[in-house]
């Protein structure tokens, strides 16, 4: 029953979009196109095929309970960064200062809590398509594999971006409850921003590699088993793995936001500042895009190795 609600669903949304439906007035029109074009028609069709499974993909995540438990969490971790704030003087040097306001809020969503319900997202994009038994029906559309992939990747990083951002809101709004910040100003909520948007890209791009065990497996065991070990030397251990593990790269990244994430990233890698621990830059950012471009051209081809 499930698989046949979401198969109406999708055809509802494909007709909505004008997927399979043409006005009868259009169909001699885009049948001129498409002879003389074949090409450019092709690919409009596949690039609106995307967009559907896109829109499809984000509507299933809606319905999930496990959506709601996470809009819930996310919601707790930054009111209690709030809560912090309000709770501790500003004479403090724990929270003198709004940069420890957003860089723990931070620290409470983007660490630990966004790469596991990522993790568990992922599973749930590609898992599901087999225990629906929904996949095949997505493959009726013009759209290969590689797109089908890259649709749902995308709706993992619009999912990390809406948390962060759903989490920035909260934690500016937040600054102005507590009070006391002298620093609170234009120039600190827009690194806060720069801080939660890197966030917001840099932890689904550095989950990619659970990605692939999402594709290969058939079970939830295996991904989420993996993405625990896959997080746990960088809670460890980041200082020495920074330009080798992904997710300790984007530590890396972070620290060059702004002067209070480089004092975040400092004091989780345990290292003094100023010293040559943290990796640079570009070695880092380079890192986690290999990592991510192997991840996903192994994806691809396991997906299209695989016997619906």
Avoid at 135 to 140: P, S, V
Avoid at 173 to 201: K, W, Y
Wanted: aromatic content about 12%.
């Amino acid at each position: 029953m499930a698989a046949q609600h979401l198969a109406y669903h999708f055809r509802k949304l494909c007709n909505d979009t004008g997927l399979f439906s043409f006005k009868t007035r259009n169909k001699q029109e885009f049948a001129k196109v498409s002879a003389r074009f074949p090409c450019y028609t092709e690919k409009w069709k596949g690039e609106k095929a995307m967009w559907t499974i896109i829109q499809t993909e984000i509507l299933k995540l809606k319905r999930k309970k496990m959506m709601l438990g996470t809009f819930i969490l996310t919601t707790l971790l930054a009111v209690i960064a709030v809560e912090r704030a309000c709770s501790i003087s500003r004479s403090s040097s724990y929270m003198d200062s709004f940069g420890d306001l957003y860089t723990m809020a931070f620290k409470n969503l983007a660490t630990v809590f966004l790469p596991i319900v990522l993790g568990m997202f992922a599973t749930s994009l590609f898992f599901d398509e087999y225990k629906n038994n929904t996949l095949k029906e997505l493959l009726i559309i013009p759209v290969s594999k590689g797109q089908l992939y890259l649709s749902k990747i995308i709706t993992m990083f619009l999912l990390s971006l809406g948390l962060c951002l759903y989490t920035y809101i909260l934690t500016v709004l937040g600054g102005f409850i507590a009070g006391g910040f002298p620093d609170l100003n234009m120039q600190t909520i827009r690194q806060a921003f720069v801080l939660f948007a890197e966030g917001g890209v840099l932890v689904p791009l550095a989950v990619l590699p659970i990605v692939f065990l999402a594709v290969l497996g058939k079970s939830y065991l295996l991904p989420i088993g993996a993405t625990l070990l896959y997080l746990l030397p960088v809670i460890i251990l980041p200082a020495p793995l920074m330009g080798i593990h992904p997710l300790a790269s984007a530590l890396c990244v972070y620290s060059f936001s702004s002067p209070m994430a480089a004092d975040m990233v400092y004091s989780l890698s345990q290292v003094v500042e100023g010293t040559s621990a943290i990796s640079e830059y570009g070695v880092c950012l380079i890192n986690m895009v290999i990592v991510g471009i192997v991840s996903s051209v192994l994806s691809v081809i396991a997906l299209k190795k695989q016997n619906l």
